[in-house]
C-alpha cells in the first residue's frame, strides 16, 4: 500500500502544475458544498430552536365572523368562544385531542405597584400556556394548577415589568393590585416582544362578572403525526363549533385557527427540501470538477502510453494498470476535496462567528435566522465518500482505456 | 536449448494480409550471445515481439526455458516476462520520474517484493554495473551509457532466462557503444543468455552466432 502511494505521489509531482489545476476545480466543488450545507444546516438549526421553545403540537382558537347565513341566520355574525366549547372539543374529538385549554383576556385593567402601574390589561390562563408561548422564566414559577384550583389570586409578568413596578428589588411577593384586587407575584419571565400579565384562568373568569366568554382556545394535539392529520382535526374542530354556534363547517371567516403542528410539518418540510436541494447543487458544482479529473486523466494515460507499456513489459498486470490510474484520480479528488472542507469549514466558522457576534435577528439575539452554521462529522463523512466515489468514477473510463495499451508500446521509439 | 521456435507464422490483417514472418525455425542454447540482424521490414521487430511475450503468433510452436508460450492471457503472459526474460530497449524506457534505484526495482515492484528487499536487491545489480554513485539521480542526470547501464541492470534484476535487447547502442555514440557491448559481453561470460536485435554489423560481429532474417525468413 504504501509502494503505491508513493508511486502516485511520484506520477502527481511530476505533473505539479497540472494537478493543481485540476485540483482547483475539485476543490471549489467541495467548498461550495460545504460552505451551502453549512448554511442549510444553520437555517434549520436556527428553525429548530425557535420550534423547540414553543409547543409545536397545538391548534389555538379564537372566535371570529360567520360569513355565511346558515340555518336561518344571517351573514356577518360574532362568534364567541365559551367555557362549555372546551368540554364539547376534549369529547368529539377525543382520538385527537390532548388537552383543551382557554384564555381570558382583559386588555382595559392596570396592574399597579406602590410605585408605578403597567396598563394591558391581564390574561386568565392554565399552566400549558407558559409552553405554548415560550415562555422562559427568570424568577419563581408560572401558574399551576393548585393556582387554578383554589383560584388564587397570583400574577407572572415580564422581567421588565417587574423592573417598571419594583425597580431592583426582588419582585417575588411582591403585592400588585389589579382591578382593585390584591395579587401576590409569584414569577417572571423573559421579556421577548411579550409583556403579558399572566393570572390563573380561574381567578379570571371570577373577575370576569359572570361571563362565560373566552378568547381563545388552545388544543393540544395527541396521536397525530401527518400533516394530512394535521389539517383534517382543525376541519373537525371548526364542525364541532360549527354545530355548538351554528355556523358552517366550510365558513372560513368563523373561527381564526392556528394550527402550529401543520406549520411545523410544512416548514420541516420545506428545511428538508432546502437540504436536498443543497447537495443537489453542491453535487452538480462538483460533478464539473469530476468530469475535470476524469478529462486529465484521460490525457495523462495518453502521455504515458509509453511509460505503460514499459511497465506492461517488465511485468506489470493489467489490473495494477488499473489500479494505479485509479487510485491517482481518487488521490487527487480526496486531497484537493480535502482542501476543499477545510476551506469551506473555515468560512462557515467565520459566517457562524459573524452570527452569533452580530446577534442575529431579534434583540438580544433570541430569534437567530442563522444558528451554529457549520458542519459536523456526519458530513465530513459523507463528503469523504462522496468524494472517494466520485474519485474513482473519474478514473474509471481514463482507466479502462489504459487496459487497451500493449505491452508492444514499450518497442515503439517516443 | 532455452530458446526453440517450430514453424512460427504471423501475419497482419488487413485487406491484403502481411505475412511477416514465414515458417521460423530458430533454436538458441544457454548461455549464447546471439544476434538477430534484418533490414527494417525484415520483420525482426516482429520475431522479437513474439520472443519477448510481448504478441502472439498464428501458428506453430515457441518454446522459452522448456514452457509453452502460446495463446497465454495477458496475466499469465506478465507474469513470464516478469520471470524469465530481462528488457533492454533502445531508447533506455527508463521512467523519468523515478531514480536509477525504483527505476531497477519496478520489475519486483509488480512481484510483490516488499521495498526493503527490493530495494537492497537493486542496489546490488547497480554495483554491479558500476552505478552504485548514481543510485540516487534521475534518469535526466545520466549519460546515455549510464542509463543503458541502469537498463541493463533492472533487466538483470529479476534474474531472468535470457536478455533481450532492441537496438541496444542506437542511441549511443561509438565509444559507449562498445562499453555497452563489452557490458554485454561479460554477462555472457557469466553465463547469461543474450539475444541482441539489431541491425548494426559492428554489433552483429560482437556476437557469437549471426542470424539473418530477410522478408520474414531466415537466411
Known amino acids: 500500500m504504501f509502494d503505491l502511494i508513493s508511486e502516485i505521489m511520484a506520477t502527481l509531482r511530476h505533473n505539479k502544475l497540472r494537478t493543481a489545476l485540476t485540483g482547483f476545480a475539485v476543490s471549489w466543488g467541495i467548498f461550495l458544498l460545504i460552505v451551502l450545507l453549512s448554511v442549510s444546516r444553520g437555517l434549520v438549526n436556527g428553525m429548530e430552536s425557535m420550534f423547540s421553545q414553543r409547543d409545536t403540537e397545538t391548534v389555538s382558537i379564537r372566535g371570529g365572523y360567520a360569513q355565511k347565513a346558515y340555518k336561518g341566520l344571517k351573514e356577518n355574525r360574532r362568534i364567541r368562544l365559551k367555557d362549555s366549547d372546551l368540554g364539547v372539543l376534549a369529547s368529539q374529538n377525543a382520538n385527537v385531542v390532548g388537552e383543551v385549554t382557554a384564555r381570558i383576556s382583559n386588555d382595559t ?140 363547517d366550510d365558513d372560513s371567516g368563523s373561527l381564526w385557527i392556528w394550527n402550529r403542528f401543520s406549520d411545523y410539518l410544512r416548514s420541516s418540510t420545506a428545511m428538508g427540501a432546502i437540504g436536498m436541494a443543497v447537495w443537489v447543487i453542491g453535487l452538480l458544482t462538483m460533478l464539473s470538477g469530476i468530469v475535470g479529473v476524469s478529462n486529465i486523466m484521460f490525457v495523462s494515460v495518453r502521455e504515458r502510453t509509453h511509460e505503460i507499456g514499459v511497465r506492461r513489459a517488465i511485468g506489470a498486470k493489467p489490473a495494477s494498470i488499473l489500479r494505479q490510474i485509479i487510485l491517482e484520480s481518487v488521490a487527487i479528488t480526496t486531497l484537493f476535496g480535502y482542501i476543499g472542507i477545510v476551506l469551506g469549514v473555515l468560512v462557515s466558522q467565520g459566517i457562524a462567528a459573524l452570527v452569533s457576534g452580530s446577534g442575529g435577528m431579534g434583540p438580544g439575539g433570541k430569534d437567530e435566522i442563522l444558528k451554529d452554521p457549520t458542519v459536523d462529522i456526519s458530513i465530513a463523512i459523507q463528503v469523504t465518500v462522496v468524494l472517494i466515489i466520485a474519485g474513482a468514477l473519474a478514473g474509471l473510463f481514463p482507466a479502462l482505456k489504459s487496459l487497451k495499451i500493449k505491452p508492444v508500446e514499450a518497442l515503439r521509439d517516443e | 536449448m532455452i530458446i526453440s521456435l517450430k514453424d512460427i507464422n504471423k501475419s497482419y490483417p488487413g485487406v491484403v494480409p502481411l505475412h511477416v514472418l514465414k515458417d521460423i525455425n530458430l533454436s538458441i542454447e544457454k548461455g549464447e550471445l546471439v544476434s538477430i540482424m ?42 513470464l516476462r516478469n520471470y524469465m526474460i530481462g528488457f533492454v530497449f533502445q531508447s533506455f524506457n527508463l521512467i523519468n520520474y523515478k531514480n536509477a534505484l525504483e527505476n531497477v526495482a519496478l520489475p519486483l515492484f509488480y512481484r510483490g517484493v516488499s521495498r526493503r528487499q527490493r530495494n537492497k536487491l537493486a542496489m546490488e545489480q547497480l554495483e554491479r554495473m558500476g552505478m552504485a554513485d548514481r543510485a540516487t539521480h534521475l534518469p535526466a542526470e545520466l549519460s546515455g551509457g549510464q542509463k543503458q547501464r541502469v537498463a541493463i541492470a533492472r533487466a538483470l534484476i529479476t534474474k531472468p532466462s535470457i536478455i533481450l535487447a532492441d537496438e541496444p547502442t542506437g542511441a549511443l555514440d561509438s565509444k559507449t557503444s562498445k562499453e555497452v557491448m563489452q557490458v554485454f559481453r561479460d554477462l555472457n561470460n557469466d553465463g547469461m543468455t543474450i539475444v541482441i536485435v539489431t541491425h548494426d554489423p559492428g554489433v552483429g560481429e560482437q556476437t557469437n552466432r549471426i542470424i539473418r532474417i530477410s522478408d520474414g525468413r531466415i537466411i
Do not use: C
Not at chain 1, 414569577?187 to 366568554?213: C, L, N, V
Not at chain 2, 522479437?48 to 515457441?62: K, P, V
Open chain 1, 109 to 248: 385593567s392596570k396592574v399597579t405597584s406602590s410605585k408605578d402601574y403597567l396598563t394591558g390589561g391581564y390574561q386568565g390562563v392554565y399552566p400549558a400556556h407558559q409552553h405554548n408561548d415560550g415562555l422562559k422564566m427568570v424568577k419563581g414559577r408560572f401558574i399551576n394548577q393548585n393556582d387554578i384550583n383554589h383560584t388564587r389570586r397570583v400574577v407572572v409578568i415580564a422581567d421588565e415589568s417587574a423592573e417598571t413596578l419594583f425597580g431592583k428589588e426582588d419582585p417575588i411577593g411582591q403585592l400588585v393590585k389589579i382591578s382593585d384586587l390584591s395579587f401576590t407575584v409569584i414569577g417572571t419571565y423573559e421579556t421577548e416582544w411579550r409583556r403579558d400579565t399572566y393570572i390563573p384562568f380561574s381567578t379570571a373568569r371570577a373577575m370576569s362578572g359572570g361571563s362565560d366568554q373566552v378568547n381563545n382556545i388552545t388544543v393540544k394535539l395527541k396521536d397525530v403525526s401527518t400533516l394530512d392529520e394535521s389539517d383534517r382535526a382543525e376541519q373537525d374542530f371548526r364542525s364541532t363549533l360549527g354545530r355548538q354556534h351554528t355556523f358552517a
Open chain 2, 38 to 79: 534484418g533490414a527494417s521490414g525484415s520483420g525482426k521487430s516482429t520475431l522479437l515481439n513474439i520472443l519477448g511475450i510481448l504478441d502472439n503468433y498464428d501458428s506453430g510452436e515457441y518454446y522459452l526455458d522448456g514452457v509453452l508460450i502460446k495463446n497465454l492471457s495477458e496475466n499469465k503472459a506478465a507474469d
